[in-house]
Each structure stands twice: as structure tokens, then as C-alpha cells.
């Protein structure tokens, strides 16, 4: 899934979606997710980074990005 | 060496459902290419901008539209023999009437400048005018009818669905769902502003406002989107965001190729969730949140007296987007005597 290009994403894991005026605050894991999606990684290569980084089972990031990813999609901020 | 022009600008009711006045000359303040001196001209006493000493120099009060133009142009007449106003901003739709009349005699006879819509172009945007409008220019715009008494909203009522939106002829604008919401709409709408109202298809979606300038030669000086992001009960914007849309901005500028628009306007515009946009008004002047427009980089304040004065013009190419403005309510604290004053000489 890709967000849409003129998506801001800050550190601090603030959104700010330029064509609708809508902002979001997305939690530290969401907002490191975010921002490898921007960077343009697979689902694949997003969960292999996550689990790398963190003590955590696959199938619990796999849940975790599908209910970000319908969430993103929700929002409209996927293209 | 920068040019001094005096400013008179009308609106300058700050208040709940504020005029655009204050924002105007913020806005005229921050002009790189002239300095400016700004008179306030009020309707009423109590108008806060009357008491901005900061904002304004000298603030003279002026006879409702409803006097006509000559007691406006008298009242002109007395203010220039003590100012030299070179340029004047009417911001209330319910002057533009008498102002564009004026036009002509106020800058021959006074030395008066403005940047206003013809008449033609001010009355065929006008509400009751609006659905004729968009179909003349290819934009879409939500089905109306005009009604002038309660039986005859009843009747109009047959052919359209719920819920629509019932509106005055110069401001006010209400949702009804049913025929009994519909008529007493209609009657306090009628009570307060007069007839005909407006029964209007209602188009679910995002409410988006342009605030823009034309040259009046076609071409589109500026324009800014916002979308609210705070509304108040009388459903002014308290916060709004700049936003970018570049389907929105095509439309403003085809309309100004189209009407060749001249001056100031606010687009009211409804998108809705299939990515279609429908016009629902245009106000023939800045509306309040035009401050925004100078805070987002594009300050068409500035440009619309260059236009007026002749000077050049910029074009504005671009603005920043997630600009945000956030009104607020601040109590100043006035000497009884300047109460006075303006109430009782008319100026201050």
C-alpha cells in the first residue's frame, strides 16, 4: 500500500494531509511504519524491519499493518 | 522611496459574525509596496474597529445603504474635504450596491479609487441568479427556486427532496428537513433579511472556500483554498487551514477567465465524496478569513489597490498550504469619551 505523495509525516508522528486539511497523530510504531511506507517498502520488507528492531511476533505485525493499512485507507491518505 | 496612500476601509465590525474589515487592514499594513494610513468607516457605534487605535488612524461614521447613494456621496464629499482618501475598500455585499453605482462619480468628482465587480457581474452571481450562472459558465451548481410567502414555499416544496437548504437573499442559511422546518426557516429568514428566499438543493459533502482576486481582464491575480476546520453556531469559520486543490484552484480560474471578474471574491464550493465540486455562492468581496490569504504568502490586499492605483500588479503563482488561522475574542477597554465622540460627531 503507498500513501499518497503529499502526505507530511513530522517525527513526532504528526500527519497532515494538504488536500483535505485533516491532521492526525499516529502512535511511535505507527508513525516508524509511516514513514517506511514513504520511503517506499513492501509489506514484506516492513515487517522484517519492525521485527529487527523490536522483540515481537510476526503475526502480530502483520495484524498491526493490515488495521493501519484499512485505516490509512479509511482516511483516504492511500493512493 | 515607497508610496503613502490613504486607505478607507468599510467592515470593520469585529465581532461574532465579524466583517472583513479589520482583516483587510492587517493585511494593508503588511503591504511592501506602499505605507498606509487608514480611515475606518462604521455603520454603528459599536463596531470594535472603530476603537483599534492601532489599526486605525480616523473613523467616520457613514449612512446605512439604505439612505441611498447621494446621502453617501455627501457624506464622501464632507470626508474628503478633511482626508484625501486615494482608495476605498467597501467589504459588506449589502453596500456593494450603492458603491458600484458610485464608482465612477466617487473617483471623477473625489479622487476616490475602487476595485469592484460591474454591476452586471454583481448582480448575475447574486444568489437568486446563481443556478442561471453556473449554467452559462459550465460549473455545477445545486438546483434552486426563489420564494416570496409561506403557501409558495409548500408548493415549491413537491418537486424537491429533503433536505434542503433554505437562504436569505443577502446572508443566513439554514438546513430543513422537513415542510414545517422549512417554512419556519422561511419565515425568520424573510423577517430578517427581506425577499425572495432561496430554496436550494442541499449537496452533501466538504465545504471549501477560495478567497481570490481578478484583474477584471480574465486573468486570476491570486487564490487561496480553505476548508473550516472550526465553525461557529452562526456557522462562521473560527479556524480554517489553507489546503491544496489544484481541481478547485482550475475552477476559480476558469470563472475569472470566464466572468473577467473584477476585484475581490470568496468562492463557496462543496465537494463531495466523487470528487465533484458545486458552487454554492460567491461573495463579490473578501470575506473575513481573508487575513489568512496574507499569512499563506499571498497578500491580495495589497494587490487589489495596486490594481486600483494603477501600479503593478503581482500574480500570485503559489501559497503555502497548512497555514492555519484561529480567531479569537479579545474585550478592549474604551474611554467613555471616544463612545461619545463617534456618536455623537460621527467621527473620531
Given at each position: ?79 | ?146 420564494v416570496h410567502s409561506a403557501?409558495?414555499v ?12 433554505v437562504k436569505g437573499k443577502f446572508y443566513d442559511?439554514k ?7 422549512s417554512i419556519q426557516h422561511f419565515d425568520k429568514i424573510s423577517a430578517q433579511w427581506g425577499l425572495p428566499v ?151
Amino acid at each position: 500500500m503507498k500513501l499518497k505523495k503529499d502526505i507530511a509525516i513530522s517525527d513526532s508522528g504528526f500527519l497532515f494531509n494538504p488536500s483535505s486539511g485533516d491532521s492526525y497523530t499516529a502512535n511511535p510504531i505507527a508513525t516508524e511504519i509511516l514513514k517506511y511506507m514513504q520511503s517506499g517498502f513492501s509489506n514484506e520488507q516492513i515487517i522484517v524491519s519492525i521485527m529487527e528492531s523490536y522483540d515481537v511476533e510476526r503475526s502480530t505485525i502483520e495484524k498491526d499493518l493490515f488495521d493501519l493499512e484499512s485505516m490509512l485507507s479509511n482516511y483516504k491518505l492511500t493512493r | 522611496m515607497k508610496p503613502c496612500y490613504t486607505i478607507a476601509v468599510t467592515g470593520i465590525n469585529a465581532i461574532d459574525s465579524p466583517g472583513p474589515g479589520v482583516p483587510v487592514i492587517r493585511s494593508l499594513k503588511e503591504a511592501s509596496s506602499f505605507d498606509v494610513r487608514i480611515i475606518g468607516l462604521s455603520y454603528e457605534a459599536l463596531e470594535p474597529g472603530i476603537y483599534m487605535r492601532n489599526l486605525v488612524d480616523k473613523v467616520y461614521q457613514v449612512p446605512y445603504p439604505s439612505a441611498g447613494t447621494d446621502m453617501m456621496f455627501e457624506r464622501f464629499r464632507y470626508i474628503q474635504s478633511i482626508e484625501k482618501i486615494d482608495f476605498l475598500f467597501p467589504n459588506f455585499d449589502a453596500e456593494l450596491f450603492n458603491f458600484i453605482k458610485l464608482e465612477q462619480k466617487l473617483r471623477d468628482e473625489l479622487g476616490v479609487r475602487m476595485v469592484v465587480p460591474s454591476l452586471q457581474q454583481f448582480e448575475s452571481r447574486n444568489k437568486v441568479n446563481l443556478f442561471e450562472y453556473g449554467k452559462n459558465h459550465g460549473v455545477k451548481v445545486p438546483a434552486a427556486t426563489l420564494v416570496h410567502s409561506a403557501r409558495e414555499v409548500s408548493a415549491k416544496l413537491v418537486d424537491m427532496n429533503f433536505p434542503i437548504v433554505v437562504k436569505g437573499k443577502f446572508y443566513d442559511a439554514k438546513i430543513a428537513y422537513t415542510n414545517e422546518q422549512s417554512i419556519q426557516h422561511f419565515d425568520k429568514i424573510s423577517a430578517q433579511w427581506g425577499l425572495p428566499v432561496l430554496l436550494q438543493e442541499f449537496i452533501p459533502g466538504t465545504e471549501l472556500n477560495v478567497c481570490g482576486v481578478g484583474d477584471g481582464a480574465g486573468k486570476l491575480v491570486g487564490a487561496v483554498p480553505m476548508r473550516k476546520l472550526y465553525i461557529t453556531d452562526k456557522g462562521k469559520a473560527w479556524a480554517g487551514v489553507t489546503i491544496s486543490d489544484k481541481k478547485l484552484i482550475e475552477l476559480t480560474r476558469k470563472l475569472v477567465k470566464e466572468t473577467q471578474w473584477n476585484g475581490p471574491f470568496e468562492l463557496e464550493v462543496m465537494k463531495t465524496v466523487d470528487d465533484k465540486y458545486y458552487l454554492i455562492e460567491i461573495n463579490p468581496r473578501f470575506p473575513a478569513w481573508c487575513y489568512l490569504t496574507t499569512g499563506a504568502g499571498q497578500n491580495q490586499v495589497e494587490s487589489v489597490v495596486n490594481i486600483g492605483m494603477g501600479n503593478d500588479v503581482t500574480y500570485f503563482r503559489k501559497y503555502e498550504t497548512g497555514k492555519l488561522f484561529i480567531r479569537y475574542a479579545y474585550d478592549m477597554i474604551v474611554n467613555m469619551n471616544e463612545f461619545e465622540q463617534i456618536s455623537i460627531n460621527g467621527e473620531l
